[in-house]
């Protein structure tokens, strides 16, 4: 039992985002697909009715981007202060 959870938290480790970098490279990933869905919406929805649609795909990545970078940024300051009270 304790093997097989070690090896669950060996995968877990690899989808924790650890530096700027990683976070900067997920919010380009989720901008490149909210573009694609976007222009998919443009095409299905000509109008004003696919631009808002567009632009709500656009909003979303930049909300989940500053979400990301501020979760980030906190947890590093967490593990700041854990390490310099601990020495």
Do not use: N, W
């Not at 976070?23 to 696919?50: C, D, H, K, N």
Request: proline share 1%; aromatic share 8%; charged share 20%.
């Amino acid at each position: 039992m304790t093997r097989k959870r070690k090896m669950l938290q060996t995968i877990g480790r690899l989808f924790v985002i650890k530096t700027r970098l990683e976070a900067f490279l997920i919010i380009y990933a989720l901008a490149l697909g909210a573009t694609a869905r976007g222009s998919a919406y443009l095409e299905q929805f000509p109008g004003v009715g696919g631009k808002l649609l567009f632009v709500a795909c656009s909003g979303a990545v930049f909300m989940a981007g500053a979400k990301i970078l501020d979760c980030l940024k906190h947890e590093q300051a967490a593990a700041q202060a854990v390490d310099s009270s601990g020495s």
